[in-house]
């Protein structure tokens, strides 16, 4: 039975059910040093020691899962730990956890370990990855506005696809030296699309100004339209409503009358309508 | 510096800004290892029986991307030199371009670069084995001989910002005075042509410059040659019988765009005629979503390429709103038919609708430009290799 037994740095295992015994590689303990809050008692807790080749293997064999986030955790305790790094092959636990090691993938699991508690859990039950985190790395120095950013996502229960999003966008406007729009009462989906706008504000505003155009348009009864950006291009997206086909035919019809008549329209800006001459300058 | 040569400068700024030279042992004795060897400090040189940083692999960092433009490892290339440039996709309105890579990594440092989400390599790496790829393409003018065929060397390095240290530039051209019917391009941002100015050639080649306002080079094309120094350089090779070629690509967007690439316009048609110039291309900028990282990570939000307003395309890359691109590109065509209806410009990896709102056709229709699309040629290749593949396959 051991003494000071070392444990590693499974974040968010303190769950560790009260009737299964510890498990150690080495000196190493795997499973958490708390088991239903009660603490590792070495004189009456069973122990197992893992007969796995190397650690990394046992940690393996013991956690089947383990998040980046978690692996932020156990990196943390690795890099500062000399008899750790002796025992515990990093490349070879990161590659069983199905990630690539690499010089940017551990400075992202040195980042993310800085971040606030309350998004590393997040980060963590939303099992993002380096990818999804790499905004972190562009931030040379700690940043309060980011860090309440991060609180507000883990704290709103943000999904992960709106998470990753606004995580980078509102990283980036951070860097360009501007200042986050209020997060008052808005909902993560609402506050991406804010985002957005200030993000891209030329394109919104290119965005709105083609449909505050188009709302000038003499629209046939029942038909509307809108414009959208889809991908890098603009589309017009039109709706007719018609009772039967003769309805709808007369108002494409008409429809067709109004987009000729726009198209003849001499205020359409020059970019949509400049057209090369003939030559060989084509 | 003052006394020395524009090649003894060229050659004493590269020496300098290589931290480290590592020279493959087996090919230790070849031409290239002698003269980098006789180049450099011996300080400065190790021999080494594999790659350095044998402990990277994948994605570099930011630091070791940029480590990667100061350690030169001189080694041998195993595999393929020659290949069909990688705008030839679907989707994409291509010319015919055959790219040859006797490197790879770039010892400039733009913020858009697309090496950056290209390479994995920890070093730059020139290859001593050009003979080979000099091979290779004797082998493929056993086939396509006949046909007009450009080839680059401008993909993963630029074609001569290293030129003075390697001179490769004199095997090539001596290669294509062979081949007359055949135009190899040299594409670069650097200014260094002296080194082959004086070499005999047929006409065939082609020095092409990246060229963008004075500004944008200095906000994004870190290390570079200036506007005024890469025109200088045109202007001596034009004089040597060289032909010369533009790609104002990419072209970046900021506040005074419109000014700034009209001003570089004027600048271009106060200085060469539309006749000297065989081409001249356009692009915006773009570039593959994975690469914002780093780009972000290494130049920060002050970046122009890094603070535009991109939105994915067809073909996945990041780009600027196609009405945006369609300005920009009407505006320069503009610019350019405004001092001659002779200039020939392309667009270069953009989509066919974005070629239809400039150009109003696709570029195979267009007289001046249908000999750059002509696929006939790379389907001929294409047809060659399956030939070749089948013949080793039996």
């Known amino acids: 039975m051991r003494n000071t037994p070392h444990p590693l740095n499974i974040a968010w295992r303190e769950d560790w059910p009260q009737g299964w015994p510890h498990f150690f590689w080495g000196q190493w303990l795997i499973s958490p040093l708390v088991k239903a809050s009660k603490p590792l008692d070495s004189a009456s807790d069973s122990t197992v020691e893992l007969g796995s080749d190397s650690l990394h293997q046992a940690i393996k064999s013991c956690y089947p899962q383990l998040s980046f986030a978690q692996l932020a955790h156990l990196y943390e305790q690795w890099r500062h730990n000399p008899a750790l790094q002796q025992e515990l092959n990093w490349q070879a636990l990161m590659a069983g956890y199905g990630f690539r090691d690499s010089e940017p993938q551990r400075l992202t699991l040195q980042k993310l370990i800085q971040m606030p508690s309350p998004f590393q859990a997040w980060a963590h039950h939303k099992a993002l990855g380096p990818k999804d985190l790499a905004i972190l790395l562009s931030f040379a120095e700690p940043n309060p506005d980011f860090d309440e950013l991060l609180e507000w996502m883990a704290h709103s229960q943000t999904s992960k696809s709106i998470g990753v999003q606004v995580l980078e966008i509102a990283g980036e406007l951070l860097l360009m030296g501007k200042a986050l729009p209020s997060r008052k009462s808005l909902r993560p989906e609402s506050y991406l699309m804010e985002l957005e706008g200030q993000r891209r504000p030329l394109s919104r505003a290119a965005l709105e100004n083609k449909n505050q155009e188009l709302s000038t348009l003499p629209w046939p009864a029942r038909c509307s339209g809108r414009w959208l950006r889809l991908g890098d291009a603009l589309v017009l997206e039109t709706k007719v409503m018609g009772s039967n086909f003769q309805e709808v035919r007369q108002r494409l019809e008409a429809l067709s009358r109004v987009f000729l008549a726009r198209e003849d329209s001499p205020s359409q800006p020059a970019s949509e309508l400049s057209s090369p001459s003939e030559g060989s300058c084509q | ?175 294509f005075q062979d081949h007359p019917q055949w135009t190899l391009e040299f594409k670069t941002k650097s200014d260094s042509v002296e080194q082959f100015l004086e070499q005999d050639h047929r006409g065939n ?76 291309s356009l692009g915006a900028l773009r570039f593959q979503p994975e690469q914002r990282h780093m780009m972000r990570e290494r130049f920060g939000l002050k970046s122009w390429v890094n603070q535009a307003e991109m939105f994915t395309g067809k073909d996945g890359k990041l780009r600027y709103p196609l009405e945006l691109r369609q300005e920009m590109f009407n505006f320069v065509l503009g610019r350019f038919k405004e001092h001659s209806p002779h200039w020939k410009v392309f667009l270069c990896m953009e989509s066919p609708e974005t070629w239809l709102a400039t150009h109003q056709r696709a570029p195979q229709k267009i007289d001046s430009l249908a000999p750059l699309f002509d696929h006939k040629v790379t389907r001929s290749h294409r047809q060659s290799q399956e030939l070749r593949a089948k013949e080793r396959a039996t």
């Open chain 2, 205 to 280: 080649v082609i020095v092409s410059w990246s060229i963008n306002p004075q500004k944008v080079i200095e906000q994004e094309e870190h290390g570079t040659a200036s506007l005024e120094k890469r025109l200088k350089a045109a202007e001596l090779c034009l004089d040597k019988g060289f032909q010369v070629a533009f790609h104002m690509d990419p072209m970046i967007w900021h506040e005074d765009w419109r000014e700034n690439y009209s001003a570089l316009v004027d600048e271009l048609t106060s200085r060469f005629r539309p006749e000297s110039i065989p081409y001249l």
């Open chain 2, 1 to 175: 510096m003052k006394n020395l040569s524009k090649q003894q400068q060229d050659l004493s700024r590269l020496i300098d800004q290589f931290e480290r030279v590592s020279i493959d042992e087996v090919i230790r004795k070849s031409p290239l290892a002698q003269r980098l060897i006789e180049l450099f400090p011996s300080e400065k040189i190790e021999f080494v029986t594999s790659r350095p940083y044998p402990e990277v692999s994948g994605e570099l960092s930011a630091g070791e991307f940029a480590r990667s433009k100061r350690h030169l490892f001189l080694t041998e290339f195993r595999g393929q030199f020659f290949k069909r440039c990688p705008g030839a996709k679907p989707g994409l309105t291509c010319c015919n371009y055959f790219v040859l890579n006797w490197g790879q990594q770039c010892d400039m440092n733009c913020s858009y670069c697309y090496l950056q989400s290209f390479l994995n390599s920890p070093v730059l790496v020139i290859y001593s084995n050009l003979d080979q790829a000099l091979d290779e393409l004797r082998l493929l003018a056993k086939s396509m001989g006949h046909q007009s065929l450009r080839v680059g060397t401008g993909e993963l390095v630029d074609s001569l910002s290293l030129d003075p240290l390697t001179l490769f530039s004199h095997q090539l051209i001596e290669f």
